[in-house]
Structure formats: structure tokens, C-alpha cells
């Protein structure tokens, strides 16, 4: 909860709050459903976390004197910050996290009611480092810390450069 209670701390556009989180923890009733929307590669490592999340956002939101609902333009951006906080706190705490976006989307949204008016982002999975090599061969290579592209890739002074 406490990992929770830190992304609930994250800004957010008109202070909406549009982010919801679905979780299970290994062993409870919904445990199983969740693991197995995952994409099978996923199912092998993050069926021993000890947690899996479920980020989601309602999609809708009431600006200050509107007549009725419309769809939140920064949702998911406001997810995204949200998630980054409870990233931050979980590493903080000791937890590793770890994203995912190789779930099936029909499954997920079918194990958590999802409401039609919500989106699903991401599943993350929380626990401690396992042993490298209890996993299969083909995961093993992945388990170091992946490269970033150089700053002056992602990063540009007034524009986009020229496309060539």
C-alpha cells in the first residue's frame, strides 16, 4: 500500500487523478487471472512477484463548470507519473519493479471488470530479484540493465531537427 499511496502523490492535469490501480497478490483469488493474461514469455518470471498490478485511467473527466463529461486529453500522461512514482518509491522500499505491455488486453481488462469508460496501460509486477538462472536460457541474456539512446537523440533545442 505504501508504494500505492506514493503514486497517489503524483500531479496530475486539474488535479483529476484519473489513474486507478487493479492489483493481486501471489496466492489470492485473483491471482490466477491476472498471470494469465500475460503473454506466456511474462507468465515464466512474473508468477513469482509478489504483486501485480493493473494501471488503468478513467478516460473521462467533468472540467469546472462543464455541463457533462468529456474525454481527458492527459490521461495518460497523468498515468504515467503516477506510475513513475510508484517506480521510484518501490526502489526506495527495496521492491524491484518491472512494466509490462505484453499482456493480452481482452483478458486483463476481462480479470479486473475493467469499465468501458477506463483504459489499460501497463501491468507491473513487484518483488525481489530472483536467481537469473532459474529462468529460461532466452530470458537470461535480458536480465541486465538495458541501454539508453545517447540525450541528443531524445532531447531538441526549439525543434525537431531536419529530416535528411
Known amino acids: 500500500m505504501g508504494l500505492l ?7 496530475s492535469g486539474l488535479n483529476v487523478q484519473p489513474w486507478r490501480f487493479v492489483y493481486a497478490l501471489r496466492g489470492d483469488d485473483h491471482w490466477a487471472r491476472l498471470v494469465a493474461s500475460l503473454w506466456p514469455g511474462n ?9 501485480l498490478v493493473a494501471i488503468t485511467t478513467h478516460t473521462l473527466f467533468t472540467p469546472p463548470g462543464a455541463p457533462a463529461p468529456m474525454v481527458n486529453p492527459s490521461h495518460a500522461f497523468d498515468a504515467g507519473s503516477a506510475w513513475a512514482h510508484l517506480a521510484l518509491q ?4 527495496g521492491w524491484n519493479v518491472h512494466a509490462m505491455g505484453g499482456f493480452d488486453a481482452a483478458a486483463a481488462a476481462a480479470a479486473i471488470h475493467l469499465p468501458s469508460d477506463h483504459a489499460l496501460h501497463a501491468i507491473v509486477a513487484i518483488g525481489k530479484r ?4 532459474q529462468l529460461p536460457e532466452a530470458l537470461q541474456a535480458r536480465e541486465t540493465p538495458s541501454l539508453r539512446r545517447p540525450l541528443a537523440e531524445s532531447v531538441f533545442h526549439g525543434a525537431y531537427p531536419a529530416v535528411a
Not at 499511496?5 to 500531479?11: D, L, N, Q
Not at 507468465?43 to 504483486?51: D, H, P, T
Open 5 to 11: 499511496e506514493a503514486a497517489r502523490w503524483a500531479p
Open 43 to 51: 507468465q515464466v518470471w512474473a508468477s513469482n512477484a509478489a504483486a
Open 90 to 93: 518501490a526502489t526506495m522500499s
Open 130 to 133: 530472483g536467481d537469473a538462472q
